[in-house]
């Protein structure tokens, strides 16, 4: 290769790059009140549901992680659902460092992580095995 085709490529893997770190950015700005709208003071994101006494945040794990970042409520038994379909990046590589949690997703299905009720003004942070894609969860009183 010449020094100008070279240059070039560097210049279009860099165009590249930049249009999927700027488009990659997933995140969620609707959000839903937990409880009585009109009596609760804690708004949770759109991704946030109950099942019996356990709240359940969704968040789909495919080129990165959505929604990117999610608020749910404080002191109430979680499930993280993780789902993936056909997922071979590295975001099925999941990785949360607080609760010890290192696991392979499966490239399709759906991966129920337990979590303890967590503190008020915590924040669960996750992230892919290479550091590319993550996401949080803001847990709120």
């Known amino acids: 290769m010449t ?58 794990a495919k080129g990165g992680y959505s929604p990117a970042k999610t608020t749910a409520k ?14 071979y990046d590295c975001s099925a590589a999941l990785r949360i460092k607080s609760i010890g949690y290192s696991k392979n997703l499966p490239a399709t299905g759906t991966t129920d992580i337990e979590l303890p009720a967590q503190i008020a003004g915590s ?9 590319m894609y993550n996401f949080s969860v803001q847990f709120n009183s």
């Not at 279009?12 to 700027?22: D, E, H, P, Q, S």
């Not at 404080?74 to 997922?87: D, Q, Y």
């Open 3 to 60: 020094k100008k085709n070279i240059t070039f490529a560097i210049i279009g893997i860099a165009i590249i790059g930049g249009f999927v770190f700027f488009t990659n950015k997933n995140s969620s700005s609707k959000v839903t009140y937990y409880g009585d709208a009109k009596n609760s003071s804690v708004a949770t994101s759109s991704n946030v549901s109950t099942e019996g006494d356990k709240q359940i945040i969704e968040i789909t």
């Open 74 to 87: 404080a002191g109430v038994p979680t499930i993280l659902r993780v789902k993936t379909n056909g997922t």
């Open 123 to 131: 924040t669960l942070k996750a992230l892919c095995s290479m550091g």
